[in-house]
């Protein structure tokens, strides 16, 4: 007897991260199953593993949200895998075929959901799989562990064979299935997934039009229908999906969502509390402004005290000395006038003797003029009476009171060229070694798409199907360029525009590509990275935080081989981000990852341009 293939339908292997077949299923402590790479991905993308607290790292099941404080060793779920490959194999060969409803999993419009139909047989019903493939499908569902246990599973036993050999002898399975054993007894009305039944709770909604369970939903309409509606021409052709699952799916996209807001308000609570810091520097350093100000202007007071004192004590000198040299002159004339005196007194005795020997005698020393010193050169002068010292003073009180009157505007200034990025001059000179960029495909992991030119790169949504050269990067989403550099100075410049994630920078030649790497500088990389479109690092061990403000739309990168030097820079603000200096010991090759999608939010790609002089 063939059973209906509507038993195993598409939601049961559906993973409720990327909505599609699994891929290489794991599963977590909790029960749920995903793919290897969708929880993973979810994991990393959270930064603390999908939730929990700043500083701490708990890891959420999507699904159920329990937390892991330890993140799970998950190893590949085989028995699900094998199930899953061997579904794939019947639904690509044409053994699982459209149902009446169109495939979507709905029951017959005529029968009411608490009901069953008798199963038809091969002539009357089309989408039938085979008994012998059924009963194969079923044994494996019976071989499967508890949820509990699914993280454990070990390879499949000795007996049974491996999905290669299931899927490349179909047919021989289909002859020879009597000698296979009996599945175990099977309720088969109900459908299952592997989040549970998919049947309508009997509490569910009933369609208002044909009093029917809403047990499917339209993703066209968004909106919840019934089995019958799903063959009305209204949604004839419509993406419908059982109404539970949609349920499980949206309620899985809450959880995501719920992750992703406690991010972004502890991106914000990080950034009030940094705020509040700057706040309380900024009050401390006014304090300390104001402290060191009124200092200044008290010890130029008292410096200006002391100058006027002994400006005044120059003048007093000043003046003493003149009186000195004054007094000295007015005593030797004082002398002189007294001597004179006295010789006239002599002669005016000798004009009234009556005596001739006596004044013949005395006659010629009188007569003669006495000795006396030339005055009319001499005389008592001091810079004081050109007012030297007031003109000085007078000029050097304008000049400074010149300068106190700019200092509250020259400070205003000092404050505002601060809080306003100075273009570096270096960027322009920098530009003079721009260079010819191309990125090589070879080294792009699979999920890269690298246009023809060679000049721009983003990620897709999946693999593609690729060589695996051994300079391709398998685990990193990350691209080299071809050219390389051993020597001399190098520049380009990448447009980031919008991108809420990206890395830019070199690396060795001789890097490991394979599997989990470490970047830093040790390891042969050296480039610059944004995170959640605020968070920029250079790649250190542990990583540089850097504060970049603007934000740039373009980067320019600078290397100087022989001086071991990287640099970055805003290219429309001018402005240097950051330099960092070490030693180059193998040929480098320009950096480039987009990062990955993040349900569409950093889709945009990264772009090599062309450099502008201007």
Known sequence: MALPA????EDQFTCSICLDVFNNPVSTPCGHSFCQACISSYWDGGRRGGGGGAGTKIYQCPLCKES????????INRTLKEITEQFKWLASAGVLMDEPDGGRGGADPTMHPHEHQPLLSPSQRTGEMPESIFAEM????????????LQTVHPHPKNAQSPSQLNTRPSLRAQNSEHHDPPPPYSPPHRYTLSGPADPPSNAPLCPAHLRGLELFCRTDNTCICSTCAETQEHRGHHVTPAKREWHIKKSQLGISEVELKDLISVKERKVEEIQSSLREIQAAAERETDGVVSSFSKLITSAERCQAEVLEVIEMSRRAAERRAQS????????????????????QLVLSEDYEHFLKTFPALSSPPPTKDWSAISVVSELTSGVILRAATHMMEHLHEEMRKLPEVCQRSLSEQTVARPSPKTRRVQEYADDITLDPHTSHP????????????CGDRHQLVPDY??????????LARQGFSSGRHYWEVEVGGKTDWDLGVACWSVNRKGKITVSPAHGYWFLSLRDRTEYAFRTEPSTNLTVNPRPSRVGIYVDYEKGLVSFYNVE?????YTFTDTFSDTIHPFFSPCTNKSGRNEAPLTICPVSEG
């Open 6 to 9: 509507a038993f195993l339908s």
């Open 138 to 149: 079923m044994t494996r569902f019976q071989q499967m562990p508890p949820p509990g246990a």
């Open 573 to 577: 603000a001018k402005v240097l981000i």
């Open 447 to 458: 999920r890269l798409i690298v246009s023809v030119d060679g000049k721009q790169v983003h």
């Open 68 to 75: 892991f404080r330890k993140r799970p060793e998950l190893h």
């Open 329 to 348: 002159l007015l005593r030797e004339l004082e002398e002189e006038i007294s001597e004179l005196k006295k010789r006239t007194t002599a002669l005016n």
């Open 470 to 479: 051994p300079e391709r990067f398998d685990r990193v989403v990350c691209v």
